[in-house]
């Protein structure tokens, strides 16, 4: 493979490897302010408006920045009623040929993530809940989760076509 392709990938692979194992530590955060919640509800008669919200919001940015990461470890959900009876190298082929699949959908999902996060950034969107935080923060990151989840697909495509061709393509740290 042409030198240029072996360091994307390198780059795309260790960049999303460090959002990953970043983003795993947001769980914590997560759970730390349902925790705070429960408790102020219950033990001081005090419930919070915002902590579900903030939850839902931490766990849109946990699943959509860790999708990558995910993808790079191959720990999505595959359904696996032949493939795992293929050889390899039909293998990669069939997952180049989804992987396509796949950049044109996000692809799509980007361009209009772009266009949600500009409209929220240009007119101050806010939720429709009582306490009504603005959206483009929580816009921004889907945005970059997504690209994140783009930059992974065509290096994983990259990695399956080297495979078809007989050829190891693996991530790792840039030179």
Do not use: C
Not at 138 to 156: E, H, P, R
Request: aromatic share 14%; hydrophobic share 55%; net charge positive.
């Amino acid at each position: 493979m042409p030198r240029i392709i072996t360091l994307y990938v390198r780059w795309v692979d260790a960049f999303n490897r460090v959002v990953g194992r970043i983003v795993m530590f947001l769980i914590f955060v997560m759970i730390g302010v349902l925790l705070y919640a429960s408790v102020a509800r219950t033990a001081f008669n005090s419930p919070l408006i915002w902590s579900i919200e903030v939850s839902q919001f931490m766990m849109a940015a946990y699943y959509l920045l860790g999708g990558a990461y995910a993808m790079q470890m191959d720990a999505h959900v595959r359904m696996d009623l032949f493939y795992s009876r293929w050889s390899d190298r039909t293998r990669a082929i069939v997952d180049a040929m989804t992987i396509l699949l796949l950049i044109v959908f996000l692809g799509t999902l980007l361009f209009g993530g772009i266009s949600s996060t500009e409209y929220a950034l240009r007119y101050g969107e806010t939720s429709y809940t009582s306490w009504a935080p603005p959206l483009a923060p929580i816009k921004i990151i889907m945005t970059f989760g997504v690209l994140l989840m783009l930059l992974q697909s065509i290096s994983t495509l990259f990695k399956d076509i080297a495979r078809a061709r007989g050829v190891a393509l693996e991530g790792g740290s840039p030179e």
